[in-house]
């Protein structure tokens, strides 16, 4: 462990192996006690370390190096198996070496090497995001297999026939480090994107899908109201993720504001546009946008994608309430800006974009494939509202748009200058994390579905892993209120009706317009609209709802002082019978109908968020807005 740690630090067998000799004299003179062989490791782990450090700093060291990289000071050649191992260590910097070897080699956790290297675990995970990224660009996967070999054989082991000696521990050393490394290689994103990805990816689609928000020979970027994900073509995989919903950018189908995504070569600018008004047909607004985001893919890389997560999901919270003096803020290659200047500039861009690239999608593929005129797959198929016009490197003028088979397949439909059709599918399947384990399986307030995944990381399109959110329970003092709540959550139309899945909740949200004595009885006259709702990270998205107007009847409960329970329902009918009916129950009780007409919408929004908020606070979730699709969100908290 000491030699190969030395040879890899080092690059050079003499001096690693002087190190080697170094380090067990030390041993041998301080005689240190250890706690266990995990101490003894890190111990000896540490010293190399520190060892080979001072060896490199050393002026001699330094000189002899620069003589040896000169061609006509050439080292001695080594063997094939060493030669293998240089050439493809020898490319990493120093200290993504010493991650790539802890982790592979070592085995030891992200968590466990910060600590021993003195590092932030998302350093150390940057680190061996970049060591991947350049490996897997430079060398095949059977070199790398080959590399194992050599680091096994070469170097851990000294020899096949020890395989023999260990009833077959080598051979299998060797197959779980080099299925270790082929199936990481791939998994460039850390646990917070993935589990944004997860949430973006299986989103339940209510009327469009995801939205194409820019699209290149190299990128294909979607949105929703969760997440964007950047999609590698080359790669055939998502290789960024943008949170907007802690950026603030997540308004794609509000009424009164509307977040703006678009590409323009290498930039990508999100902004919020306020003040919007529908006229005739086309949307407008009042004043430039406060704030406004740009993304520079040419700079993605794995250091500046792991700082800008963590900038953007946590550490900085750089959205349109900031209260920061700057006018922008650089975090790598996401940069914001307040500067009005360059927020116009912008703008106008977001204008000509607009006018020129954006299509409505059923106007332009009509009659294609998953637009057929009899609409055979409408009911298994969404597509995105807009498609988008872009340039190839040819400069062949295409249009693509984004269709979802099933809410999970996702494929990229473009139509050529000539008229042909290609379809592009897109994998957006989220790796498990560093540990083998899935990041998507959370025991919180999740209530996301996410593609069930076997021990290798790999999609199962035959299981669908689903969080259940909490059954919502009255839990205020006023008694009318709380029966008539649970009367709503035992009634059948409102459990097996209403409510789609695990996945989701129900709500209710009596509206109560009056409350009349008769004998001991109570004649409540009320609305029972009723919602039902899924979770999208900090957002209760409605998927159902609907009103009934009725009157309940309500004894007092003798097995519960103080309480109620309902022994009449009277319920009004739909279409013509909806008038009739409420005048019917109302009878005898003057200008009690009239409430039911003069409906206030703003009566119904009191009631709702009144309970969503009691439902939050109840179950301590993370929850900040409750939203009906295409209109604005509703903050929950007071």
Known sequence: MVYRLSLLLLKNTQDAEDATQTIFLKVMEKQPVFADEAHTRAWLLTVTRNYCRDVQRSFWHRKRTDMEQLPEQAVEPFDRQESLLFEIFQTLPKKQREVVYLYYFEDYSIREIATLLERNESTVQSQLFAARKRMKKQFSTTKAAALILCLVFTLGFGGIAVDAATGGRTATAIHEVTEKIQASIHRLLSDEDKQIASETVTLPIQVYASDL????????????????????????????????????????????????????????????????????????????????????????????????????????????????????????????????????????????????????????????????????????????????????????????????????????????????????????????????????????????????????????????????????SYTGDDAVLATICAYMMESDESQGYYRSSEASVYIPAPVIYGVKQKDDDLMVFCNLWNFVYYQNGNTLECESGGESPARLRLHPDADAPGGYQVIEDLRTGDGSEYDKGIKEFCKGYPGMARKYFDYEETDREEARTALIRMYVKNNDLDIKYYKDYGWDPVPVSP
């Open 213 to 472: 928000v820019g699209i290149d020979e190299h990128y294909i970027l979607l949105a929703n109201e969760r997440g964007l994900l950047i999609y590698d073509r080359s790669q055939g995989e998502i290789t960024a993720v943008l949170d907007l919903q802690q950026m603030e950018c997540n308004y794609l189908n509000a009424n009164s504001i509307a977040t703006r995504i678009f590409l323009d070569g290498d930039k990508l600018y999100l902004f919020n546009e306020t003040g919007i008004e529908q006229r005739a047909g086309k949307m407008e607004s009042d004043s430039l946008p406060e704030f406004a985001y740009i993304c520079d893919l040419s700079m993605l890389s794995a250091q500046t994608a792991r700082e800008d997560a963590e900038a953007v999901n946590g550490e900085q919270n750089l959205n349109a309430n900031s209260t920061s003096d700057e006018t922008s803020d650089s975090t790598g290659y996401l940069t914001y800006t307040t500067d009005t200047a360059e927020i116009r500039a912008i703008y106008d861009l977001w204008l000509n974009y607009a006018k020129t690239r954006i299509h409505d999608t059923f106007d332009s593929f009509y009659g294609s494939d998953f637009l057929d005129q009899d609409n055979e797959k409408y009911n298994d198929m969404s597509y995105s509202r807009n498609s988008l016009s872009w340039p190839d490197k040819s400069g062949e003028n295409m249009l693509s748009c984004l269709v979802v088979y099933s809410n999970t397949d996702y494929e990229l439909y473009t139509k050529h200058a000539d008229g042909t059709l290609t379809c592009e599918k897109l994998d957006l399947t989220v790796k498990t994390n560093e540990d083998g384990n899935d990041p998507n399986h959370s025991t919180g307030n999740s209530a996301q579905t996410t593609d069930g995944q076997d021990n290798n990381g790999q999609t199962d399109d035959s299981s669908h892993t689903e969080n259940t959110l909490p059954v919502f």
